[in-house]
C-alpha cells in the first residue's frame, strides 16, 4: 500500500486562504481522520492530495515522491464523495466492473475481482439489481466497492456516511472500518462528525480555517485537547470550560470567589494569574454534601438517556454539564455540590492554549 | 396553556395513509415529543394539529373544543417549522418582535419580550441584522424566537433545531427544556433524532408509517420498548436483536448460528412473561448494549466470543464482539480495553433482557 505525506500545504481561492500551511502524514495502512467544522479546509486538502486541486504552496508526497506534476488519473487513488453516483442504468455488477473496463484484465480475474470485492462489501445478492432498487445503505457500500475494485493504493472518502440515517450511519461505520483493518488500505477520511472521527481513526487531524489544530490518537484528543478549539470539537457534550484565577497552589471560579485545592500535578506549575480550566462532563461528580474542593451549585436542567443522564448545572452563573450514572437522583432547582475528578482536569491559557503538566 | 387530543385521526394523500388512526392526549404544560424516521406521518400530524392539513378522519381537540373547521390563526398557537420563513426586509429583532405588534402591545413590552427571548437563545448579538446575513443555524434561532416570543395556548415545532450545528444542538436543546418548564406551555415537537427526544420529552410518541408505535415517558420507551421497531429506532448504538426459539421443557431460549445452536437459559425474572409461549415459539431476545457484561475467563451463561473492533468515543467504549455470525455490541466504561481476535465469553444482565415476537415484533 502507500504512504502519503503533506508537506506545508498551502491553497487561496481568490483572497481566502483555504489552507494555511498544512502538514501531516498517513503511514502505511493507517486510518486518518480530517476533523473540523464547514470551512475547515479538510475537502481542499483531500482534493489537493487526489491532484483534483493544485496547490498554490507545498507538496504531496506519496511514497517519498513528490506527486504535485502527476494527473489525478496515475495517483491511483479511489477518491469517494459525499454526492455519489452510480450508474443508474447499469446493474451493480456492471458499476463494479466499470473501473475494470479499461484495464489489462481478463474477463475470468474482472470476475474473481469482483466477486472478492462483493464478499467483503456483503453485496453478493445485489449483484444483479439497478441502483434504484438499492437502499441508501447498500448504494453505498456499492460505491465504496466501485472505488475499491482497481486495489488503489489509497482511499479518499469525504464524508462518505453523511447523507445517511443515524441507524446506518452507526452500522456503516463499524462495517467501514472492519473493512479497512481486513482490507489494509490506507486511508484519509473526512468528517465534521467527532463520532466516526473518534470511533474510526487510527489518528486524527484537527484543522480549523486551514490551519493545523492538533493531530493524535482519538484518545490523546480526546484527553489532551491543544486548546479550547479542539476541546470543543471532539466530546458531546464539550469539555466544560470554566475561568479560573489560580493563586497560592488553589483555583478560585471568577465569578464567585468558591475555590478549590489545585489537582496536585498542577502544584507549583500554574504562575498565579487567571486561567480556563477545562473539565470533561463524565469528570464532574455531583456530591450532595459540602465537603474540601466542592463546589456549590444548582441543578438546572436534567436530560435522562436510560444509560446515562447528562445534568445542566449552574455554577455561580456558569452552565457546567454533568455526565452521570441513572441512579444519580437529582431534582431541578436542587441545591447540589459538585466535585473535579482531580487527574482529568486540564488547565489552558487565556489564550486557549493547553498547559501541559 | 391547554390540553390537545388526537380522536382517531386520518390523513390521506391519494392512496397513502399518511396519518393512520393515531389517538393521542397532550397534557396542559406538557412536553410531548413525535419522533419517527422520514415519512413516518410525525410532521403531517404536527400540520393537522396546526390546522395547515384538513384530516380526512377523527378530530382535533382542544380544551375540549373540536377545531376540525378553525382556521389555523383561530387556534392560538406558535409554530416554527423546518422551513423557517423570515421577513426578508425585517431585522432579526423586527422579525421576532413581529407577532407582537401585530397584537398592539406598547413597546416597551416589546422591547422587553424579546430581549428576554433573545437572551436565552443566545441571539441578542444579531438583532440588528437582516435574515440574508444570518447563517442557516442563526435564521432558526430567529424562527424559533418568534414563535417562542408570544405565550400562545400550544407551541408546534418541526425540527427546530436541525440546522445548528452538534454543540450549539446541545446547548439549544438544554435551552429549550428549561424555557418550557418555566413557562409550562403545552408543546408538540416534531424530531427524527431520538437522542433530542430522550434529552427534551416528557413523553415520546414514536411513529412509524403512519402508525402511532408507542407513547410512553423517555425512560419507559427506553427500557420497555412496545415492539421491535422502537426498540431498534430508540437507543445508540441499538439495542442487540438475537433470533431465537423457545423451549419449553428447560424454559430455554435456542440461539441458531452457523455450526450450531446455543441455548440461553431464560432467568427466573422472565418466568412470568414467558408463561403465554409455547414451544417452538419465534422469538427475539432483545438487550441493550450497556447490560451485556464482558468476561475474559469462561462464566456461567456465558456466550464465547471473539472480539471484533474498539470503538472509543472518549467517555465510553464501544465494543463488537461475534459467536460466528452473530454479532453483539456491549458498551462500557473508557477503561475497558480488549485486544482483537481475543476469546471473550459474554453475558446478559438479567433485568435487561427483553423478548419480542418474531412474527408480530411486539413485545412479550
Redesign the interface.
Known sequence: MAEINIISLVKRFGDIVALNGISFNVKHDEFVTMLG?TGAGKTTTLRCVAGLEKPDGGEVHLDGANINALPPGQRNMAYVSQHYALYPHMTVYRNLQFPLDKTALTNDEKKARITEIAGILHIEPLLQRYPSKLSGGEMQRVVIGRAMVRSPQLFLLDEPLSNL???LR?EL??EL??LQ?EAGATTLFVTH???EA???SDRVVVINKGELQQIGT??EI??YPANTLVS?I?????MNIVPVLVENNQFSILSNGHHAVLPSKYMNLLPAGKYQLGV???DVKIVLETSANALPAEV??I?????EK?V?IDLASL?VRA?VSPRIQVK?GEKIFIQFEEHKVRFFDVNGTLIRS | MAKVELRNVVKRYGQTVAVDHVNLEIDDGEFLILLG??GCGKTTTLRSIAGLEAVDEGEIVIDDVVVNNKRPSDRDMAFCFQQYALYPHLTAFENIAFPLRTQQMNNQEIDSRVTEVGRLLQIEDIFKRKPSKLSAGDQQRVALARAMVRQPKVYLMDEPLSNL???LR??M??EL??LQ?TNQITTVYVT????EA???ADRIAIMNLGVLQQVGT??EV??YPANLFVA???????MNFINCNFQASTHSLQIPTNSETLIFRLPDNIKQVSTGLHDGSELVLGI???DIDIHTEPVEEGIECSY??L?????EN?H?TGHGELNMVV?TSPADTYS?GQSLWVSFEHDGIRLFDRNSGMAI
Open positions: 467544522p440515517d443515524a441507524k452507526e461505520r463499524f472500518k472492519r483493518k462528525d467527532q463520532i473518534m470511533s474510526m482519538p484518545a480526546y484527553s470543543s471532539v466530546g458531546t457534550p464539550a470533561r462532563p463524565e438546572l436542567v436530560e435522562a438517556f436510560g444509560y447528562l445542566d452552565r455526565r431541578v | 424516521p422520514s450545528d452538534a454543540q446541545v446547548d436543546r438544554a427544556r428549561r418548564i427524527h433524532d431520538q437522542v430522550m434529552a427534551m423517555p425512560d427506553y427500557t431498534n429506532f430508540i437507543g445508540s448504538p441499538s441493550r448494549p450497556e471484533i473492533l470503538e472509543a468515543l472518549g467517555s464501544i463488537h458498551r482483537e
